[in-house]
């Protein structure tokens, strides 16, 4: 079978490099891709939320499957688009993307469903806004509507932060039209992990817990990013926890659309936050995470492809994933400056010689370019470097020794990652 890949960054990467061993697929196509991913994909260039390039592509080149990673085109709808063409594709319809697209969707879905997330208010007035926090105070946490590049969400500190913060989003327009409406809820407090199921929209097979590092600097210090490493499994949802996630937040949402009429089948991502009162949603995401998904594949055992035609088919009840005990870890590196300007086109040295010395160690790119024989950085963050090891200690170590060896002009990483576990 010919499989298309969706997207260009290091969770891709980690995607294709699963599907590769896949014994049903004969060839792999990444729109766009990166550098690293060609060495397992051949390119194509078309953007990863251009809906009409991509399905021409996938009914020209008789794709057998496509698999998306990002969300924009889940939420402008490339299921919809293919499922009317009559092309396979994994990932949520419209209808069900809109639980990332909107996150006033997200909360009330929640609100009906009874699924323990932070109380809140939506307001489509700057002024009604402003009031709100004063009579609220801080902390506070504001968000715009609509995608925003992972942008959308600020947690002030101060009435201040949270006066600027609605005035960048319903008043200079930051966002754009994502910012017309905004969610303005209270603040959490707790430890914060990931857990990241597929449906087939009434049975759901969770992927391995995983927690991510969203701040820049070491200590969760610095502005958020897409991500800065992470590591599988997360022992703060391990366990009850976990199986409470389930109960109270991935089943009540999954059966509740279902009962609305939308079939929830695709990634179905909760970001949480464990509070004193158990897990409580943060935000859903219907694409799997980035980087979260390098730290879980290496130690899924079984076919990814497999489980994805499952999905697709709506034949989950009966699949188990089996998960290598081993821990994993991934460190990202990324060019100085991020999340805010950086440069590229840095030359990356160091990346030759780990497939033939380690086995448990994986660079997968996020963001690089070939260039005669070498790669370059092309994007924030650059590579995630990858490695298995007995536990989350000897996990560490090897990617750190591993990305010890790599470099470029202004590369920048974490020293913490999977830190918080150890404690
Ligand atoms: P989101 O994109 O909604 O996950 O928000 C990005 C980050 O903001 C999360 O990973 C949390 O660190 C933080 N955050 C979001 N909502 C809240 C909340 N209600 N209380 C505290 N922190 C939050
Ligand atoms: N790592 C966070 C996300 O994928 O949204």
Redesign the pocket.
């Known amino acids: 079978m010919k499989v298309l890949v969706v997207g260009s960054g290091g969770r891709e990467h980690a995607l294709i490099w699963k599907i590769a061993q896949s014994r049903r697929v004969d060839k792999i196509y990444a729109a766009p891709g990166n550098g690293g991913i060609a060495s397992l994909a051949t390119l194509v260039d078309i953007k990863a939320d251009d809906i009409s390039g991509l399905s021409d592509f996938a009914s020209r080149e008789k794709i057998g499957l496509t698999v998306v990673g990002p969300e924009m085109a889940l939420v402008k709808g490339i299921a919809d688009e293919f499922e009317k063409r009559n092309l396979r594709i994994f990932g949520a319809k419209k209808s069900a993307a809109l639980l990332e697209g909107s996150?006033i969707f997200a909360k009330e879905t929640m609100r009906e469903f009874d699924v323990p997330?932070?109380d809140?208010k939506v307001f489509d007035k700057k002024e009604e806004a402003l009031s709100y926090v004063k009579k609220k105070g801080a902390?506070i946490?504001i968000?715009a509507d609509g995608l925003a590049a992972?942008k959308?969400?600020?947690?002030c500190s101060s009435l201040k932060e949270a006066e600027d913060a609605i005035d960048e989003t319903m008043g200079k327009k930051v966002f754009g039209s994502s910012g017309d409406r905004v969610v303005i809820?209270?603040?959490?407090?707790g430890e914060?992990a990931s857990v990241i199921v597929v449906s087939d929209g009434e049975s759901v097979v969770p992927m391995a817990s995983s927690q991510?590092h969203?701040r820049i600097y070491d200590d969760d210090k610095g502005a958020?990013t897409g991500g800065m490493g992470a590591y599988s499994p997360a022992p703060v949802v391990e366990g009850e926890i976990f199986q409470e996630t389930l109960d109270r937040i991935i089943y009540p949402v999954i059966n509740g659309l279902k009962k609305k009429g939308v079939l929830y089948k695709g990634v179905l991502y909760a970001?949480i936050?464990i509070t004193k009162d158990g897990p409580?949603v943060?935000?859903f995401?219907v694409r799997f995470g980035d980087p979260e998904t390098q730290a879980i594949l290496p130690r899924m055992k079984g076919d990814l492809i497999d489980l994805i035609e499952c999905s697709i088919d709506g034949k989950l009840r009966d699949v188990e994933n089996e998960w290598d005990k081993r821990a994993c870890v991934c460190v990202v590196a990324a060019s100085g400056g991020y999340p805010g300007e950086y440069e590229k086109g840095r030359t990356i040295t160091g990346l030759k010689g780990f497939e033939e010395t380690s086995r448990d160690v994986v660079i997968f790119h996020a963001a690089t370019k070939k260039k005669n024989s070498d790669y370059v950085t092309s994007g924030g963050r650059v590579l995630g470097v990858t490695a298995l090891g007995e536990d989350i200690k000897g996990a560490v170590k090897k990617s750190y020794e591993a990305i010890g060896k790599i470099h470029f002009d202004n590369m920048h990483y974490r020293k913490d990652i999977g830190k918080r576990a150890l404690n």
């Open positions: 996150k997330t932070a809140f902390p946490v968000k992972g959308g969400v600020f947690v809820e209270e603040c959490l407090e914060e991510d969203k958020n970001g936050m409580y943060l935000e995401n």
